[in-house]
């Protein structure tokens, strides 16, 4: 099993949708779990951090269930502008040897069409 | 403010040759990484320093590979006999932390002919 799998897409889906991408991790005692963006030949830019009881800012809802090692994304009313490749970042541990290491999902690319 | 710089933004190259790719971080930041980004595949981790610590080399895939860091700052990552399998987007990111968010630079797409 890959350490962060994520169905790779594309996602596309019409303005003002509500789509939800998922992320699986292998690490059980992974600790921290983050969504980033990537626009087409840019760098990665943090969305937004997961915590454990599930946080939104905006249009954007993170979820994390660490039961089933799930991570998810949920993004309602979708604008053109949220068209990029989400990945899905898993860091291992919150000291220690290899803390510091994030791991990142492929990515799941997402198109907004108009 | 500046974000983290790199340099050059592109770099074709012939098989054989050395390069080094640059990279400036944040100013404060106290630990800068170095992945890579090969067509259609995830980041995957090369090395890390933070502060005055031993860098974790761990993820670099050859000894053709090293990277240096001077004065805590300016990062250097080096490819010597450079091969087409090289040929990746090559991304620093620094952090004020080794626990905080990462800041990406633009990368450096190196193209090995």
């Known amino acids: 099993r890959k350490e962060v799998e994520q169905d790779p897409g594309p996602f596309n889906v019409p303005e003002g949708a509500t789509v939800a991408f998922n992320c699986t991790y292998s690490?059980?005692?992974?600790?921290?779990f983050f969504w980033y963006r990537q626009d087409c030949r840019k760098e990665p830019k943090l969305l937004m951090s997961?915590?454990?009881s599930g946080n939104e800012d905006g249009r954007f809802t993170a979820q994390l269930n660490r039961a089933s090692q799930y991570i998810s994304l949920l993004i309602r009313d979708s604008k053109l502008s949220d068209s990029a490749t989400y990945l899905c970042?898993?860091?291992?541990?919150?000291?220690?040897?290899?803390?510091?290491?994030?791991?990142f999902g492929k990515g799941t690319k997402l198109s907004v069409i108009p | 403010g500046a974000g983290v710089s790199q340099s050059p933004s592109n770099k074709v190259t012939e098989k054989g040759k050395d390069v080094e790719l640059r990279c400036d971080p944040i100013?404060?930041?106290?630990?800068l990484y170095w992945y890579r980004q090969s067509l259609g595949q995830g980041l995957e981790f090369l090395i890390y320093?933070?502060?005055?610590?031993?860098?974790?080399k761990s993820g670099l895939p050859s000894d053709r590979f090293s990277a240096e860091r001077t004065g805590g700052s300016v990062s250097t990552l080096t490819i010597q006999r450079t091969q087409q399998e090289d040929s990746a987007v090559y991304l620093c990111?620094?952090?004020?932390?080794?626990?905080?968010?990462?800041?990406f630079g633009n990368g450096t797409r190196l193209t090995v002919t």
């Open positions: 990111a620094s952090s004020q932390t080794s626990n905080s968010p990462l800041h």
């Open positions: 690490n059980s005692a992974s600790q921290s």
């Open positions: 997961v915590y454990s």
């Open positions: 970042v898993v860091k291992p541990r919150s000291s220690g040897a290899g803390s510091y290491q994030l791991t």
């Open positions: 100013s404060g930041h106290t630990a």
């Open positions: 320093f933070q502060g005055n610590s031993a860098p974790d």
